[in-house]
């Protein structure tokens, strides 16, 4: 087991970074320190972590991940063992609209931050990437550490470059890295541009329901704590160097899913939710299929995902259904629907 006694997340303030440190600081497991180092754009929200942020063993610093100086600095001062990076952009739409911003956070932030630990031999980089990074798949079989890599969209080119990078520098220079990839995370505190917060939002105001295409893509669904507790796994037993695929063994087509989405909202009366369904243009290169085998994540790590769909998709409902300001983010009642 690597020392995990004091963190840098970047990203933190994000869905799935807020997500994992909100576990860590649940979890009896860890009695480490939290630096959460987060630029807080569009998709970073400090409220995710309320009821935490007066943490004795969490700081936040605000700064973007191009700032090496910056980052060098707090990794010495803050005497950092172990950096987990999840800032990044990741909405493909926004990537079609311009790429630019996508190889400025997801590869040059992602070299700075590598140059910043390359300096600091003992700190050990966990790289999160995602399923996309590998393309498209057909109707049968799953993506798994080796599979070859296959991007089709701007933002998986952008986070397949970032894999490269670590990889290269696990290699040249001995940095000390793990790199997991997971499929499509939900939950509390997930952006609104997103399919599920999206569909969620719509269905509440009753307004049309927007799927791509005739809604046949299909992915794999991951519950964000389960993502959150994968990478602790990873963080205390993952092998230097490893490669590890977070899958969540759940495949819908995005029609499937909107049509649970709607039972679970609206079960008394369904036909007036899926009256709002519209079929709309497909996005270019939109993808067919992802799916990830964590066979390698089972057996070696002995994890897999705790929460059925269905829990899931309620707790996320459930949160979402509540005026911002009384959403729960406390250390005691985040758990919705437990």
């Not at 995602?130 to 079989?141: A, C, F, K, M």
């Not at 029609?255 to 909202?265: G, K, P």
Request: net charge positive; charged share 20%; proline share 6%.
């Amino acid at each position: 087991m690597r020392p995990t006694a004091s963190l840098f997340v970047t990203g933190g303030a994000g869905f799935i970074g807020s997500a994992f440190i909100r576990y860590l600081l649940r979890s009896p497991d860890f009695t480490g320190r939290i630096l959460n180092y987060d630029l807080l754009t569009y998709a970073g929200n400090l409220e995710f972590l309320k009821g935490f942020h007066t943490h004795p063993r969490y700081h936040f610093v605000q700064g973007n991940i191009l700032n090496q100086p910056l980052v060098e600095r707090l990794l010495l001062e803050r005497e950092i063992d172990t950096l987990v990076h999840f800032a990044a952009e990741t909405h493909v739409d926004r990537s079609i609209a311009s790429a630019q911003p996508f190889i400025e956070t997801n590869v040059k932030g992602t070299l700075s931050l590598l140059e910043a630990v390359r300096k600091v031999p003992h700190i050990h980089f966990h790289h999160i990437s995602t399923d996309e990074v590998y393309g498209s798949l057909g109707e049968s079989g799953a993506f798994n550490e080796t599979s070859p890599y296959r991007p089709n969209s701007p933002y998986s080119a952008s986070k397949a470059a970032s894999d490269h990078l670590v990889r290269a520098f696990t290699q040249t220079y001995g940095v000390s890295t793990t790199i997991s990839h997971c499929s499509n995370n939900y939950g509390p505190c997930q952006n609104g541009e997103k399919l599920i917060p999206l569909m969620i939002r719509n269905c509440l105001k009753k307004k049309p329901l927007p799927i791509y295409g005739r809604g046949a893509n299909i992915r794999d669904w991951l519950y964000v704590d389960d993502h959150a507790e994968a990478i602790w796994r990873i963080l205390q037993k993952g092998k230097k160097g490893g490669t590890y695929a977070i899958g969540g063994k759940t495949e819908l087509s995005n029609l499937e899913l909107v049509h649970l989405l709607i039972s679970l909202i609206h079960p008394e009366n369904p036909r007036d939710l899926h009256s709002l369904i519209r079929f709309v243009q497909d996005r270019p290169g939109h993808d067919f299929r992802y799916a990830l085998d964590p066979s390698k994540m089972e057996k070696e790590l002995h994890w897999q995902p705790r929460t059925s769909l269905k829990e899931g998709l309620l707790r996320t409902i459930r949160w979402y259904s509540e005026p911002f300001s009384m959403r729960s983010f406390s250390r005691r009642k985040f758990l919705i629907g437990k």
